[in-house]
Structures are given as C-alpha cells and as structure tokens.
C-alpha cells in the first residue's frame, strides 16, 4: 500500500508535539526535583523560625505553653518548700532550667540543617503527600538522639550547682532503678532535655502548619508550587 503524503498542516501540527514527546520523558524527574527543594526549603524555614523563637532569652522562660515546670513529685513538693522559706531556690532553679532550655536550642540548628541536607528524594516525596506534621516528624527521627545527646550536658551545667537538683536526682534515681518513673524523669536533666526537644519540635510543628496553609505568604514561588491547594 502506498504512503500516504503529509499535507504542509498535518507537518506543522506533528512539529508542535515533538517539544511535549521530550518532555514525556523526564517530567517526572522534575516534578521530584522540584518537591525535593521545596521541601528541603520549607524544613530550613521551620527550623529556623523555631530556634529563633525559643532559642533566646525567655523564649522557654516567658512562653505561655512551653515554660518548663519541676519534674513531678518536685513539682508538688514545691510550694511546701515556698512555704518553708525555700521559695527563692525553687524560682532560682525553675529559671536555671528554662534558661538552659534556651542555650540548648539556640545551638541546635546546625544538626536540624544537617538532616535536611540528608534527606532523600523519597523522603521529600513522602512528606508533601504526608499530613500536616510530616516535616516535624521527620526531625523529631532524624535529630531527637543528637539532641538529647548535646542538650544533656549543657542542661546539667545549668542545674547542678542547685542542691534541689542533687536532691531530686537521688530521689528520682532509686524510682528509676524500681521501674516507678521513666527515663524522661529518671534525672532533672533527662526531664529538661525531654520537654526542651518536645518544645522545640512542637514550635516546628506550628511553622510547618502555617506554611502549608498558606505557603504564598512564604513569598517562595518554590514552596507555593509544592505545597499550594
């Protein structure tokens, strides 16, 4: 049989697909692409938004929500101590501990870059399909035992020289060993770093919501592309 000639229009028309066939190909690629730096840039934005809202002077100390309190039974036995006269050591130590609170997570952004700079495509791709906390998720995997493992230290500079602290250890030491209390209050500092990683994260968690409703007033064309309605 013989072929059929092109007319003139019928070239033209297969001229205007040949850009689409090229791009068939690698469309996928740069939807990824894509979603992985969107999502990489929404990461830095929450963590940094967050370090800098608690990692400063009172921003444990003076937050409504996110003060941190004595461990539990230390918190109860407090105003019996205020009561005794002993109520300057206990405001003394409650500000030790949210102001360590505060060093801690002024110093943490460099491992929360780190994990971003660590996350797969496959991960990015998992979050934008995820709920509203993925990215908080995320770091609370990638960067709680990093944390916890910088914060305790600084958090025990801070509180040791309080002899409520000694007091509280020793106390919560024996529960600990007896299987009554959990390793978040086997010691004033586990119970510090504790609530300053679940403050932190909770502040990342609050970004990350606000940026996925309303990613336009990020004013990134990147992340409104990845994460817009």
Same mark, same amino acid.
């Given at each position: 049989?013989?072929?059929? *000639? ?22 996928? *690629? ?27 002077? &009172?921003?444990?100390?003076?937050? /409504?929500?996110? %003060?941190?309190?004595?461990?539990? /039974?230390?918190?109860?036995?407090? /105003?019996?101590? %205020? ?5 300057? %050591? ?7 501990? #949210?102001?360590? *609170? ?37 770091? $609370? ?10 914060? *305790? ?9 309080? $002899?409520?602290?000694?007091?509280? #250890? $020793? ?13 978040? %209050?086997?010691?004033?500092? !586990? ?6 990683? &679940? ?21 990134? !064309? ?8």
């Amino acid at each position: 049989m013989a072929r059929r *000639a092109w007319t003139r229009r019928q070239f033209k028309a297969a001229l205007l697909w040949i850009p689409l066939w090229g791009l068939a190909f690698p469309a996928r *690629a740069l939807v990824e692409s894509e979603a992985a730096a969107g999502v990489r840039a929404a990461l830095e934005r929450a963590a940094t938004a967050a370090v800098a809202t608690l990692g400063r002077r &009172d921003g444990f100390a003076a937050h /409504p929500r996110l %003060r941190i309190g004595l461990p539990p /039974p230390l918190d109860a036995a407090a /105003p019996l101590l %205020r009561a005794t006269g002993q109520g300057r %050591r206990v405001d003394e130590l409650e500000l030790a501990i #949210n102001r360590a *609170a505060e060093t801690a997570v002024g110093g943490s952004l460099d491992l929360l870059r780190q994990a971003v700079r660590g996350m797969s495509v496959e991960d990015a791709l998992g979050l934008v399909r995820g709920g509203d906390t993925g990215i908080t998720e995320f770091f $609370a995997r990638k960067t709680r035992a990093p944390l916890t493992e910088r914060f *305790a230290p600084l958090v025990a500079q801070a509180t040791r020289r309080h $002899a409520l602290t000694e007091q509280y #250890n $020793a106390l919560a030491g024996r529960a600990a060993a007896a299987g009554l209390i959990g390793e978040r %209050r086997a010691s004033l500092e !586990a119970h510090v770093t504790a609530q300053a990683l &679940d403050g932190l994260y909770h502040t990342i968690g609050e970004e990350e919501r606000r940026l996925r409703r309303d990613p336009a007033a990020a004013g990134s !064309a990147l992340l409104r592309r990845v994460f817009g309605r």
